[in-house]
């Protein structure tokens, strides 16, 4: 009996015009998760629902999960620490919302503790509610009366979780600076 040979994956399009490859056998779970993981960073939680979203049993998923891990592409302290840094970067936000956010996507509370730690000893908390403070006030065309201005700060500085103590120095630091000027 002659079997057919197997086929070389083939390039296609699906219905929304993404490229998908067609193999003729089908893929570990550990290629899988590579698979995802390759485009960015992702926490472990976000890779296991992945791959119980493809229909993997609980037991390959772990053994998976433990093999990524040993190649080093899986690594929750280190994707915790990007992320801050881009955040900070680019949506800053005070301590409290940095590890609600850690927490809310599957990060253990002592892992976000000791990225924030990190993160923040680089990158002083009171030092991105300034730049945040220093970006609103640029932005403002005329100058509001200074009580108003003063609540205006508060309350844009606490809808991004920056605690009292920091939102009280920010603004006395960005006031003094207008007011020197």
């Known amino acids: 009996m002659?079997?057919?040979?197997?086929?070389?994956?083939r390039s296609t399009r699906d219905a929304q015009g993404r490229r998908s490859e067609?193999?003729?056998?089908p893929l570990s779970?550990?290629?899988?998760a590579l698979r995802f993981l390759a485009p960015r960073r992702r926490f472990e939680r976000e890779v296991r629902a992945h791959l119980r979203k493809k229909g993997i049993a609980k037991g390959e998923i772990d053994a998976a999960i433990d093999r990524?891990?040993?190649?080093?592409?899986?690594?929750?302290?280190?994707?915790?620490?990007?992320w801050l840094k881009d955040r900070l970067r680019f949506g800053p936000k005070g301590?409290?919302?940095l590890q609600a956010h850690l927490v809310r996507q599957?990060?253990?509370?002592e892992i976000a503790d000791e990225a924030l730690r990190e993160v923040l000893q680089e990158n002083p908390e009171i030092d991105t509610a300034v730049a945040v403070l220093r970006k609103l006030t640029a932005r403002r065309t005329r100058e509001p009366e200074h009580d108003v201005l003063r609540r205006r700060m508060w309350s844009a500085l606490g809808r991004r979780g920056f605690d009292p103590e920091t939102t009280r120095e920010a603004i006395a630091r960005v006031?003094?600076?207008q007011e020197e000027e």
């Open 95 to 97: 301590r409290s919302l």
């Open 2 to 9: 002659r079997t057919a040979p197997l086929r070389e994956p």
């Open 175 to 177: 006031l003094g600076e």
């Open 22 to 25: 067609t193999c003729a056998f």
């Open 68 to 82: 990524v891990r040993e190649l080093g592409v899986l690594n929750d302290p280190e994707t915790a620490r990007a």
């Open 106 to 109: 599957g990060v253990s509370p």
């Open 29 to 32: 779970p550990v290629e899988i």
